[in-house]
């Protein structure tokens, strides 16, 4: 498995933490509430890109004799930290978003569209350092960062409204909407990130047709025990149980083996196992 840069991840984690700090005490300040809503969410991010930058970190380590399968699964780990995060977060922010409802000042929207740009700005940078990696940690990170650059927008857009009719429930339904958004999309990461735990078939390999590939090979009478699961939201592996038509000699096996691992790394399947049985004789590897 090739090693993987936490060189982004830092990166995003030092960006968003500074500007975290920045964006609370400019809150507190302006008196806006869509903006100290997005200073805890980005407080939360920041906790996430922590945990997925140390977490990414661990899961380059190599397999022993305490984790066979290596520590990749670490980088998954950290995902689903990641998702509950937000969805606690954002389920907070829903509740102060609607106890705030009718008793919330206009803020100081001049101070409040310049903190949305500067917010517009920063995490824009962090999502697209973030976006070129591949590992589902990184992309859950990535998501974090691409809703901060929507709520900051939205944001933006309401200070702007604000600023001609002087409506501060604005504010207050700007936090709600970013809060709910925020929701919805971290249950779905957490669902994503869950199945992997629970060795779900990946939704990118069709089962069916990696049943079909194995089956067409002349040399095979039937298959059992199929077994699809990522590894990590981006390894794909497959155990197959194979039962040849006859028996064979070991280098025709083998020859039956390498077949079918080449047309499975077609099927998007990196690791391969193949249990080969006929009559008494059985070959595994």
């Known amino acids: 498995m090739p090693k993987r840069d936490t060189k982004l991840l830092r990166f995003a984690f030092w960006l968003n933490i500074c500007f975290a700090v920045f964006e609370l005490i400019g809150g507190v300040w302006i008196g806006s509430l869509a903006i100290l809503s997005d200073a805890l969410h980005d407080f939360g991010d920041s906790i996430s890109l922590g945990l997925a930058w140390y977490f990414q970190h ?22 689903l930290i990641n998702s509950i995060i937000l969805a606690v977060g954002s389920a907070y922010l829903i509740y102060v978003s609607i106890s705030s409802i009718g008793d919330h000042e206009l803020p100081q929207t ?16 962090a999502f697209k350092s973030l976006h070129a990696g591949s590992s589902l940690n990184e992309k859950t990170a990535a998501l974090h960062l ?47 990130s869950s199945r992997v735990f629970m060795q779900s078939v990946p939704a990118d390999i069709d089962l069916e047709e990696v049943e079909r590939t194995v089956r067409k090979n002349e040399k095979v009478d039937s298959i059992h025990n199929v077994r699809v699961w990522s590894l990590d939201g981006e390894e794909n592996v497959v155990s197959i149980h194979v039962v040849l038509k006859e028996d064979l ?34 070959s595994s590897s």
């Open 58 to 79: 661990l899961s380059q380590r190599e397999s022993d004799n305490k984790y066979s399968f290596g520590y990749a699964r670490f980088s998954t780990l950290g995902a």
């Open 146 to 192: 691409f809703e901060d650059v929507l709520g900051w927008v939205a944001v933006l857009i309401g200070a702007i409204v604000m600023y001609f009719t002087k409506l501060a429930i604005i504010d207050t339904l700007l936090s709600l909407g970013i809060a709910l958004y925020i929701g919805f999309n971290a249950i779905r990461q957490l669902r994503k």
């Open 249 to 282: 000699r070991i280098s025709e096996i083998e020859t039956v083996r390498a077949d079918l691992k080449q047309s499975l790394k077609e099927c998007g399947l990196d690791e391969v196992t193949l249990q080969f049985e006929s009559g008494l004789n059985k």
């Open 110 to 125: 001049g101070w409040m569209m310049i903190i949305a740009f500067v917010g517009i700005i920063i995490n824009g940078v």
